[in-house]
Every structure is written in C-alpha cells, then in structure tokens.
C-alpha cells in the first residue's frame, strides 16, 4: 500500500524544498510524521487526527490530503478515499504517492483503465516507486487472463515485474507473480525457481509454497513437492488448493 515515499519523508523532516513548500510550518510537519507513524503502528484513529491537525496549518497539503486517504482506504471508504488523492494530485500535479494511490483505490474499484493511467502517471514521476509497479503489472497480469490473446499484456507486465525487481530485488511478490505466468504458460523450470525464492523471501506465504509444490509435481520431484505441500497445509490448514495438491504429489511419488 503506498504511502510516503522515503524521500517526502525526508523533506518533511527537514521542511525544505522548493519556495512554494519552504514556508511549511514545524508543527504541519510534525503532525505529518505523526500521522504516518500511526498508519505504521496501523492506529487509524490517531493517524486520522493528525493528519487533519496538520491541514488546519496548511489546508492545501499534499502530505496530508494522501495521509487521509490512506486511513479512508484502510476503513474500506474507497470514494471518499479516491475524493482525497485527487484533491493531492490536483494541488500537486507532480505527487508520486498521490497517483499511485489514486491507481490503486480505481484498481479495488474495477476502473482498471483509468487505475493503469494513474500508475503510469506515478511511475513517469518515479520510477522506483515499488508499490505503483506492482499494481501497474498485476493490473496488466489480470487483464491478461481474460484477454483472447495475452501475449501482449503479459510481455508488458513481465516487464513491469522486471523493473520492479530492479528497484527491489528481494521483493517476494514479483518472483511469485513471475512464477504464476511462467506455470501457466507451461514453463515449469522457470516457474519452480521463482516459487522457490519467493518461498525463501517470503517463507509464510502458503500460495508461494503450493506454487512451488505443483511446479515441483510437473518436475516429477514429487518428494520434494509433498514436502511443499505439508509446509503449505501447516501453515494454512484451511488451504482446499495444499491439501488437493498434497494428494497429488503422494501419487505422483
């Protein structure tokens, strides 16, 4: 979920930057660090508070107008979320956070297309905002699946996953997601290695650990792809999908 980029913070700290920004009050980028804080420690409430604490000193800031977006999203009020990142992005043209989070609130809404121009927007503006390009690849990832020919879509959101991973190399996500598109598309060496480091980043994930064991089934290393499964079964033991393909690969041995 993105939020403040590093950098922000940063300026927040120091209340510098341009001469449109550099008259930013102390306490407005206190209550900007408070509030981001809070949506760490995930204290809705407080964070809420003080990123309207700190509008009351500047009513135009950017910051804080996608500080209450964040909370908004996270309550599951996604228009008045969307409301607020446009209010940022319409002060701040060049807002990075803004865009990426306005992408995703149309991502969570079904607007796909108007989602994809925003992330593309944040990406123009950064392009090591991690967040905005997972969502740009797993946007492009699920239009693939429904399009008659996926090919296209698909080479665009590898690409994206690439880039990511170039900005975050050990970011399990996209090794997970590479790996689902290289199984589907019958490449079970490829998508075994990724599952695996995406198990070895990510070593909770259940749905990295029963990719890894059906990748390991189309190997026909079926000892190994049990021993995926029942580390996928404990830790999810709810899982239909581990416990279906835990039968699987006990055949298969």
Known sequence: MARLHPALL?????????AARAALHPRTAEELRRGYGYL????????????????????DLPEALNGL????????????????FEAAIRIDGDFAEGHANLGETLLVEGRGAEAEA?????????????????????????RGLDA???TPLWASARRE?????????ERAAAHHDL???????????????????????APASHEALHGWCISLVR??????????????LALAPSADACRRSLRGARACE
């Not at 940063?10 to 341009?18: E, H, P």
């Not at 964040?70 to 607020?84: C, D, H, I, K, N």
């Not at 927007?121 to 905005?132: E, G, H, S, V």
């Not at 290393?221 to 499964?229: K, L, N, P």
């Open 219 to 232: 190997l026909g290393r079926c000892g190994e792809a049990a021993r995926a499964c029942e580390r996928c």
């Open 69 to 84: 977006g964040v909370v908004a999203r996270s309550q599951g009020e996604l228009a008045a979320a969307r409301r607020r």
């Open 161 to 169: 996953y690439l880039h990511l991973l170039e900005s975050e190399p």
């Open 148 to 150: 008659p020919d996926r």
């Open 118 to 142: 925003e992330l593309r927007a944040a990406l123009r503006i950064d392009p090591d905002l991690a967040d905005a390009r997972q969502n740009l690849a797993r946007a492009l990832l699920r």
């Open 40 to 59: 760490d420690a995930r204290d809705l409430e407080r964070a809420r508070i003080a990123f309207e604490h700190a509008l009351e000193f500047d009513p």
């Open 179 to 201: 790996a689902y598109m290289d199984y589907v598309e019958g490449r079970f060496a490829r998508a075994e290695a990724g599952y695996r480091r995406a198990v070895e980043l």
């Open 10 to 18: 940063a300026f927040v700290a120091l209340g510098a930057g341009c």
